[in-house]
């Protein structure tokens, strides 16, 4: 049974949601979010192009910022997902 769990440590720190997911469901969302990282890739190298201009709003450095945020924790996933999958063949 798959499940997301929102947790905080305290009440002043910052929640961690926690997903489970079967090692099946994992090789099928797998490619999934293989997709959606190559992509977020891509739309931070153009925003790192634009910053690297000099050309940069203060808006679009916001965007940039989010959008690193979201390679950083899909490329987390990711590693999570293989290590796991790796783990299953053994």
Same mark, same amino acid.
């Given at each position: ?7 905080? %440590?305290?009440?002043?720190?910052? @929640? ?11 090789? +099928?969302i797998k ?22 201009? @000099?050309?940069?709003? !203060?808006? %679009? %450095? ?5 959008? @690193? ?7 987390? +996933?990711?590693? !999570? ?8 063949? !053994?």
């Open positions: 049974m798959s499940y997301i769990n929102f947790t905080k %440590q305290k009440v002043s720190a910052a @929640g961690e949601c926690t997903v489970c997911l079967k090692s099946n469901e994992c090789e +099928i490619p999934v979010i293989e997709k959606t990282l190559l992509k977020e890739r891509m739309r931070l190298e153009r925003w790192i192009d634009i910053h690297e201009s @000099g050309e940069m709003t !203060s808006r %679009q %450095q916001t965007s940039m910022v989010e959008c @690193g945020e979201r390679v950083e924790s899909l490329a987390s +996933i990711l590693e !999570s997902i293989t290590e796991l999958l790796k783990n299953k063949q !053994s």
